[in-house]
C-alpha cells in the first residue's frame, strides 16, 4: 500500500506554544513530533507529521502556507513524502516565509507505463 506522510517544521517561531495550539493543525491532523538531541544553541523549532494512504491524501501545502503567514517571522518547511513497497518514490519539500515560498526540491517519482 502506498502511503504519504507530511512533515511540518517550523522554525525560530517567536511563540512556540502558540504554534502548537494552532487550529489548522489540528484540523488537519498533524501530530506534535519532539525533535530529539538538539544543539543548545539552535533556533527553537517545533516538528509535527500526519500520515494517510496515497488515496485518501489531501495536499496540505495550503494549509502550511497559511501557517506560515500566521507567524511570519518563523520559516516553515512542508515535506510530503510518498512511500511504497517500503520505499521513497517520491519527495516534495516546500520553504514557506511570512505565507510566500521561499523554494522547493522535489524528488522521484515513477511512471508506470501501460502496453
Not at 502548537?20 to 513530533?33: A, K, T, V
Not at 523549532?45 to 500520515?51: G, K, P, T
Amino acid at each position: 500500500m502506498a502511503t504519504v506522510v507530511t512533515y511540518l517544521l517550523v522554525s525560530n517561531p517567536d511563540d512556540p506554544e502558540a504554534v502548537r495550539s494552532h487550529p489548522i493543525l489540528d484540523e488537519h491532523g498533524f501530530e506534535h513530533r519532539p525533535i530529539e538531541d538538539r544543539e543548545e544553541e539552535a533556533h527553537p523549532a517545533l516538528r509535527f507529521a500526519v500520515a494517510s494512504t496515497l488515496e485518501d491524501s489531501p495536499s496540505l501545502e495550503a494549509p502550511c502556507r497559511e501557517l506560515s503567514a500566521a507567524f511570519p517571522e518563523a520559516t516553515v518547511t512542508y515535506c510530503a513524502v510518498e512511500e511504497r513497497f517500503d520505499q521513497m518514490e517520491h519527495l516534495r519539500s516546500v520553504v514557506f516565509i511570512g505565507g510566500r515560498p521561499a523554494g522547493e526540491i522535489e524528488h522521484g517519482y515513477v511512471y508506470n507505463m501501460g502496453a
